[in-house]
Nanobody, 123 residues
């Protein structure tokens, strides 16, 4: 069982930056692929980025490539999402998730989810 708690969301102006953190419980954090998803009002939850165990692979949605960076610190059981050059269309609730599969970019591939943190980008 893994419990995930996101933090770091907030209100930022377009062009600004935020760093989200996701703290995980459990001793097997390093064995999970970790992902970030987001959901805007009236829209489906969508994949943002993922990082595999052992940091061997990272994956990004086209909409965030070059602006967002995912990283993980297995010693701290934490995954991060650095978001730069934020745009109003990045406004959403951001969710952290953990998957037992090595490559996971779909919501159904993830086994555990956090409660989400709100990110609002003003124009």
């Amino acid at each position: 069982q893994v419990q995930l708690v996101e933090s770091g969301g907030g209100l930022v102006q377009a062009g600004g930056s935020l760093r989200l953190s996701c703290a995980a419980s459990g001793r097997t954090f390093s064995s999970y692929t970790m992902g970030w998803f987001r959901q805007a009002p009236g829209k489906e939850r969508e994949f943002v980025t993922a990082i595999s165990r052992s940091v061997s692979s990272t994956y990004y949605a086209d909409s965030v490539k070059g602006r967002f960076t995912i990283s993980r610190d297995d010693a701290k059981n934490t995954v991060y999402l650095q978001m730069n050059s934020l745009k109003p269309e990045d406004t959403a609730v951001y969710y952290c998730a953990a998957a037992e599969t090595f490559i996971a970019t779909k919501t159904y591939e993830y086994d555990y989810w956090g409660q989400g943190t709100q990110v609002t980008v003003s124009s």
